[in-house]
């Protein structure tokens, strides 16, 4: 409603300036047509025209927004679109045409919980042809480790979307087990509805955050207490601030001291997500190949085959299973319809006779509380899309 009323207001602002420069113009039309008083009057409305003309692009920025250069503006316009790629990064010669994101929909029946079986399995199939270029040429072909989409190498570098260190790690990862998201399931921001989209920028303007800049954890902290501000009208507790500081440090795995653009995007665009969608509506986001990699993960802890696991077991699920995964893991290549990474610390893994991680300690409380499939689900969709990207950063980093 927020976004809707700015809008109401910029357009109530843009026809009162519109009212008072043909209120003027009628005024002039009545005047003695003197040569003095009408070149007095057309370097008035000179003047208040280029004033109209200033008031009407301040109305479509935002009251009270600073003055943002060309490349301000594009950068926010990018962010609005979906698009990740910056068009000046590179040359767009001999290059094609990037695809028109579509933002996705709210459906009636969105909020229902969805049908999602234990005992039936789904049988994952990838496209045959490449998705840019629609040709096909068998092994040559990238697959995407979350959707049906493959891909060619070149067709990727001539879209703009494979650069050179990012070439590498495709050609390195698309046929192991931890795989490679593509570019429309790398960017979790594209998960947003326009609704959504426009909240996110709301709050980031707001906040003073500028798109395609680095963020310290001075700046991340102070982004979270005014977020936390904004919506509950009082300081955030420590212990938030130190939650918000360990998130930092999962966003930030290389310990370079900041966190990219993408990732803080990606970031809050999860946590967006978890604020305004039931639990049903974000289940309905997976993909066969993540439903069936979670379907993995509960029958390995269900070690009795009652169809419930403990608290502990789903807590390690998330710290483990549903997270990203070292390069220096990767080994055997796998099948093309591969669901999907599966981390050395695994409940599979376990079964192949490594070691798996000790499970967290678990409470009186937790022990006794068994989780049952869609219980499963619920509590760990979150992390499971916040896993897509391929940057080794942690979007949503598992409380403790």
């Not at 929909?105 to 629609?134: A, F, G, V």
């Not at 594209?190 to 395609?212: A, D, F, Q, V």
């Not at 370079?256 to 604020?275: A, M, P, R, V």
């Amino acid at each position: 409603m927020g976004v809707l009323m700015s809008r109401r207001q910029t357009v109530e602002r843009v026809q009162k300036v519109s009212l008072a420069v043909s209120a003027f113009k009628d005024g002039l039309r009545e005047q003695p047509s003197t040569r003095r008083r009408a070149e007095a009057g057309t370097a008035r409305q000179g003047t208040l025209e280029q004033e109209v003309q200033e008031g009407e692009e301040e109305a479509v920025a935002g009251p009270s927004q600073p003055e943002e250069s060309s490349a301000g503006k594009a950068a926010w316009e990018r962010l609005r679109d979906g698009r990740g790629v910056e068009p000046e990064e590179f040359d767009r010669a001999n290059r094609f045409t990037p695809p028109a994101f579509i933002r996705p929909k709210r459906e009636l029946h969105d909020d229902e919980p969805p049908d999602i079986s234990l005992e039936q399995r789904e049988q994952i199939l990838n496209d045959e042809m490449c998705e840019i270029c629609e040709v096909w040429t068998a092994e040559s072909l990238f697959p995407c480790r979350i959707c049906h989409r493959v891909y060619h190498d070149g067709c990727l570098r001539r879209m703009g979307y494979l650069q050179k260190d990012s070439a590498v790690e495709v050609t390195e990862t698309a046929h192991t087990e931890t795989g490679w998201s593509c570019y429309y399931c790398d960017n979790l921001n594209l998960l947003l509805t326009e609704e959504e989209m426009y909240s996110l920028m709301e709050t980031l303007k707001n906040c003073k955050i500028i798109p395609g800049v680095c963020l310290t954890l001075d700046d991340f902290l102070h982004y979270k207490h005014q977020v936390h501000k904004q919506q509950f009208e009082r300081t955030m507790p420590e212990a938030q601030e130190e939650q918000a500081a360990l998130q930092f440090n999962a966003l930030d795995p290389d310990k370079k001291g900041h966190i990219e653009w993408q990732d803080f995007l990606s970031h809050e665009s999860i946590q967006l997500l978890q604020k305004i969608r039931p639990q049903n509506a974000l289940l309905r986001l997976l993909t066969p190949k993540e439903r069936e990699r979670a379907r993995t993960a509960f029958l390995a802890l269900d070690q009795d085959n009652d169809g419930f696991i403990g608290e502990a077991e789903c807590r390690q699920a998330r710290h483990s299973w549903f997270r990203k995964h070292q390069k220096e893991m990767l080994s055997c290549n796998v099948s093309i319809s591969h669901v999907g990474p599966i981390s050395e610390g695994s409940p599979a893994s376990s079964r192949n006779g490594k070691s798996p991680e000790k499970i967290l300690p678990a409470t009186k409380q937790e022990e006794t509380r068994n989780i049952d499939w869609p219980g499963f689900l619920r509590e760990n969709v979150a992390y499971i899309l916040a896993a897509r990207p391929n940057s080794a950063a942690l979007h949503l980093q598992p409380l403790a």
